[in-house]
């Protein structure tokens, strides 16, 4: 007889299905167009972000530079407009030491075999500090008169919906073609899910995983461009919060498994989608910060112990240091 | 008595005298008999300067003006750069108080953390100035801004603005633990007592994080687009909150105050622009000029440290579009530097 079972997916669906019924039902102003549009809109750059995770979680892999990624590249530009640099240039100089970030991550953990979460927490640091102490004069960098029309990456509407949530969807549909529609994406699902029957394949493993870590950079950069956008300035002192945390809340959350192989963009929107109800329901209801960190927490919590659960290791393939 | 001559003749003479002489005093010069011990007090001494972290407009507006106030006159100056992290900062000041300098020069990250050590620097003998952010522990001076007063006076303004419209506002705070934003928070608890028709619809805490302020105040604004006004703890902070005011279009409707070091970037040139109304600038050079005199006067005075304690709160700027074009509102970090 087969065992009747959800996935983590569902369950979080049902979870994030329940919790907005609850919201609209018992919180006066949520259930309104103009709220949902504020929820999606202040988790865009976290989905993002989650987004970019995504993508590494996949291949086995783990991205804790990627808040690095997020607020130094776009930092970058806002200062060299600052300094009298033209847009363009700037943002080609942006993409460009984005890029050369993400093939240093790749080749650290594809050719040097340093384990991911060591590598990009060592090369997160590296870069952050690259950024304070030679590229920018200060830890906000401000908004300047050479950045104007910019901000509408971040600002304002198009047909009605906010900005930023089109750029939240047009990550979503170019992350779900590479990983769906091309066979780059399908080499990562097969790294991910036995990395030496991947090789033994004949899969090119060590470039797909440098190309990983590439995409995750630029994506991280595109989304510190949209929230440099949407606020106006980098508040580059990003890099020291927590918001590394929340990106792998999203991802874990929506059921892609820390150990690989598994997931696809749909988990990210509906992890990114229980988030966004939570942070708004709590923020209406003005729940104290320590009360939404502590809920935040047993979530995740919850979400980790669940996956280890439905996603049991691999017997098979799991090796010491794997995370 | 004849013989001592009239006496209009002797004034007449010893001024004669005086017009002789006196040229040739000035010339010798005449020596100031405190400057001497004041140079020799200040030359070769060390002054350590702890903030919570370099690389933003306070700290390092603080640095600029105390090292070009210092320097000239001998003094050494080391920079012990905690980078948001309180461990560093304990770990930085306990190396400090065995490296013996003449001044520490100390931005607290809360009230606890150093209280103990600044206590033990100064029983060392090494004078403590605690800037902006005081700690539980009262040093030979303390130089920095009333955050009270700030809370205070930004809810002021807040309620003026509200004054006939729907009396519903705002809070957003900077981080739970530190106490600049619970003192601030304290001055708009103190307003708003007086003020019961005043309904606070949202407090939040935003830990000082641009982005998450603009998350806060998109959500209250769609629950109340009659919002009158929002007190945030910090400009730095609150461009996130201008731009949730600003896309929901109600620049000029809802009234945002908030407080800051007075950058021309972070504070005129963003009240000029309408994203703040009213910015309580706490003066950054005002604050670097009079952190550089507690420490020439302490170091001349030869006081033993911690026998005198004194305070030294800063005199508030509010800055509104009334003044935010003027040359002396706001400062430049760049011009400080030079």
Request: proline share 4%.
């Amino acid at each position: 007889m087969k065992r009747f079972r959800f996935n983590q997916q569902e369950i979080v669906f049902a979870v994030f299905a329940l919790l907005f019924l609850v919201f609209s039902i018992f919180l006066s102003g949520f259930l309104t167009a103009d709220n949902m549009l504020t929820l999606l809109q202040n988790v865009a750059v976290l989905g993002i972000l989650g987004l970019a995770m995504a993508i590494v979680v996949i291949g086995r892999g783990i991205d804790i530079s990627l808040i690095a990624a997020l607020a130094v590249p776009p930092g970058l530009v806002l200062q060299m407009v600052q300094n009298g640099h033209s847009l363009p240039f700037s943002l080609l100089v942006a993409v460009l030491l984005t890029i050369a970030f993400g093939l240093v991550n790749g080749w650290l953990i594809a050719y040097a075999e340093v384990p991911s979460l060591f590598a990009t927490l060592a090369t997160g640091l590296l870069l952050a500090g690259l950024g304070q102490a030679v590229l920018f004069q200060l830890d906000v960098v401000q908004w300047s008169p050479g950045m104007n029309g910019f901000e509408r990456l971040g600002q304002g509407t198009i047909l009605g919906i906010p900005t930023s949530i089109w750029m939240f969807a047009i990550a979503c549909i170019v992350v779900a073609f590479l990983l769906r529609q091309t066979r780059w994406g399908a080499y990562i699902y097969a790294i991910g899910d036995n990395p030496y029957a991947a090789r033994v394949t004949g899969i090119p493993s060590r470039p797909i995983i440098v190309l990983q870590y590439v995409i995750t950079a630029l994506i991280g950069c595109f989304a510190g461009l949209v929230l440099a956008a949407s606020v106006n300035s980098m508040p580059t002192r990003i890099f020291n919060s927590t918001l590394i945390y929340d990106v792998i809340l999203v991802v874990v959350l929506g059921g892609i498994g820390l150990s690989g192989g598994r997931g696809g963009v749909l988990n990210v929107i509906i992890g990114t989608l229980l988030i966004g109800t939570m942070l708004n329901g709590m923020t209406i209801m003005d729940i104290s910060y320590a009360g939404q960190n502590l809920i935040k927490g047993v979530v995740l919590l919850l979400a980790v112990i669940t996956d280890s659960f439905l996603n049991p290791r691999n017997e098979e393939t799991a090796q010491q240091g794997d995370i | 008595m004849k013989h001592l001559g009239n006496p209009t003749k002797a004034i007449v003479a010893a001024l004669a005298l005086a017009a002789l002489t006196g040229p040739a005093l000035a010339q010798q010069g005449l020596d100031e008999p405190f400057q001497k011990p004041f140079k020799e007090a200040l030359a070769g001494k060390t002054v350590a300067y702890v903030p919570v972290a370099m690389n933003f407009d306070l700290t390092e507006g603080w640095y600029a003006g105390l090292k070009k106030e210092l320097e000239p006159f001998g003094v050494k100056f080391v920079i012990r750069d905690a980078n948001w992290n309180t461990n560093a900062g304990a770990q930085a000041v306990t190396s400090l108080i065995s490296e013996k300098p003449a001044v520490m020069v100390v931005h607290n990250p809360d009230v606890q953390t150093y209280a103990k050590l600044l206590q033990r620097a100064e029983n060392e003998g090494i004078y403590v100035i605690q800037i902006n952010m005081g700690s539980a522990y009262r040093s030979s001076a303390f130089v920095g801004a009333n955050w009270v007063e700030i809370g205070e006076r930004q809810t002021e303004g807040v309620v003026k603005a509200c004054e006939g419209k729907s009396n519903k506002i705002a809070i957003i705070q900077g981080a739970l633990s530190a106490a600049a934003s619970a003192y601030t928070l304290k001055g708009v608890e103190n307003v708003l007592a007086k003020h019961p028709e005043i309904k606070v619809v949202s407090s939040q805490a935003a830990d000082w994080d641009a982005a998450k302020a603009k998350a806060i105040t998109q959500t209250v604004l769609k629950q109340n687009p009659d919002l009158c006004g929002i007190v945030g703890f910090w400009d730095g902070m609150d461009i996130g909150t201008a731009a949730a005011v600003k896309e929901a279009g109600l620049t000029g409707k809802v009234f945002l105050a908030t407080s800051g070091g007075g950058e021309r970037k972070g504070a005129c040139e963003l009240v000029k622009s309408g994203a703040f109304d009213l910015n309580m600038s706490y003066d950054v050079p005002t604050q670097a000029a009079q952190m550089a005199g507690t420490i020439k006067f302490l170091l001349s005075s030869g006081a033993k440290p911690g026998s005198i304690k004194g305070s030294e709160y800063t005199t508030l700027i509010p800055i509104t579009k009334e003044n935010a074009d003027s040359q002396t509102a706001c400062w430049n970090l760049s011009d400080l530097k030079k």
